[in-house]
């Protein structure tokens, strides 16, 4: 008993640490104004047609929930953080789209079975940590020949490797948890659903990112926007070199990633994976 009651302390800890981690910063304008495309074409992926029963599980500001919504669906956005709950409705209200938010944490999806013909996620259940335990979730909600479709960074893509490469620098993740790219394998998700799926796809893509003049802009942009970062950044805020150890960091990442020709601003390619699949009867 004691046991049950440590591990269920810890993981309450655990949530509100990641509440608070997607709260700091703004996010809102990261999703803006770098990836603003990637929910769309995750709604068009999943087939989304009106009248449908859509779930966007960790919708951040409703990049995919929004673009659900205005193809005519009933839409549901959950998110761990209800702190951006004002933000994600002035966007939606400024592109005409109606749907439900509410709060709720996508290991513990407060539904029924089967609720949802379709349920998606776009950069936001692979930061859940137990990543089983997510995708069982996913599963229960949506119905026997529903879709399910989750768009997210690769372990070898751009923020992928950011992520690898703050690690160093931030505390040990709890027992259990695990990183986030790794829903970017296409073969660690085929198997967390398993042959609970049928009609798989699995494809790498890439959104360009030139929003940045120099490596020090970017660095600059996900020091004070960026949840994950600036979480890392106050983890070290106490050793100056460490900070200017991870600031140089973060611009040679960008550097080395520049695919533009030297001239204006850096072209970044972020890899991500686009996976659907429907639940099997």
């Excluded at 198997?191 to 049928?198: I, K, M, S």
């Excluded at 970017?218 to 100056?240: E, L, M």
Aim: a negative charge; glycine letters at 8%; hydrophobic letters at 40%.
């Amino acid at each position: 008993m004691t046991n049950a009651i440590d591990t269920a302390e810890a993981d309450r800890a655990l949530k509100a640490r990641h509440r608070a981690m997607w709260a700091q910063g703004d996010y809102p304008s990261v999703a803006a104004e770098l990836i603003p495309g990637l929910g769309k074409i995750l709604v068009e992926a999943c087939g989304v047609r009106p009248g449908d029963r859509v779930l966007d599980v960790a919708a951040g500001t409703g990049n995919a929930a929004i673009p659900a919504a205005l193809a005519g669906a009933d839409v549901v956005a959950t998110d761990l953080a209800p702190e951006l709950l004002e933000t994600r409705r002035r966007l939606a209200g400024e592109r005409g789209a109606r749907l439900r938010w509410q709060e709720a944490d996508a290991e513990a999806l407060p539904f029924d079975d089967a609720a949802f013909d379709t349920v998606l996620s776009c950069v936001g259940v692979m930061f859940a940590p137990h990543h089983r335990t997510a995708a069982d979730e996913l599963l229960r909600v949506c119905r026997p020949g529903g879709t399910l479709g989750v768009l997210s960074w690769t372990p070898d893509g751009f923020i992928g490797r950011m992520l690898a490469g703050m690690k160093p620098y931030a505390p040990p993740p709890p027992p259990g948890a695990q990183p986030p790219p790794l829903w970017g394998d296409p073969e660690h998700v085929r198997a967390l659903f398993g042959d609970r799926v049928t009609d798989v796809t699995a494809e790498r893509r890439t959104v360009v990112v030139d929003r940045f003049a120099t490596p020090e802009a970017f660095q600059d942009y996900f020091k004070q926007r960026y949840g994950p970062t600036i979480s890392v950044y106050k983890s070290i805020a106490d050793d100056p070199e460490r900070i200017a150890s991870l600031d140089t960091d973060l611009a040679e990442l960008a550097g080395r990633h520049d695919q533009g020709t030297g001239v204006g601003n850096l072209a970044l390619e972020w890899e991500y994976l686009l996976f659907t699949a429907r639940r099997a009867d």
